[in-house]
């Protein structure tokens, strides 16, 4: 079992930067790719960006890519996504998950936080 907490969303303006944290429970954090999502009302949720188990893999969604960065630290059990140069179209609810082993474009993770708002303001 893995339990994941979300940090740092908040209030920003636009062209600002927010770095948020996923925090995770367990022995195994290390066998576990690590992906953001986000999701606004009345929207499906959708992908951000992903990190293999070793950190030596990502990708990103095309809206993102060159502003958002996603890295991990392991020994604290935590993952990290740097957002720069953010829009108010990047406002959201967003979300970390773990997926054992297999880095995943899509929803199917095994672990999902409860989310940490992000709101861009023009």
């Known amino acids: 079992q893995v339990q994941l907490v979300e940090s740092g969303g908040g209030l920003v303006q636009a062209g600002g930067s927010l770095r948020l944290s996923c925090a995770a429970s367990?022995?195994?954090?290390?066998?576990?790719?690590m992906g953001w999502f986000r999701q606004v009302p009345g929207k499906e949720r959708e992908f951000v960006a992903v990190i293999s188990w070793s950190g030596g893999r990502t990708y990103y969604a095309d809206s993102v890519k060159g502003r958002f960065t996603i890295s991990r630290d392991n020994a604290k059990n935590t993952t990290f996504l740097q957002m720069n140069s953010l829009k108010p179209e990047d406002t959201a609810v967003y979300y970390c998950?773990?997926?054992?082993?297999?880095?995943?474009?899509?929803?199917?993770?095994?672990?999902w936080g409860q989310g940490t708002q992000v709101t861009v303001s023009s």
């Open positions: 367990g022995r195994t954090f290390s066998s576990y790719a």
């Open positions: 998950a773990a997926n054992y082993r297999r880095v995943v474009i899509g929803l199917k993770y095994d672990y």
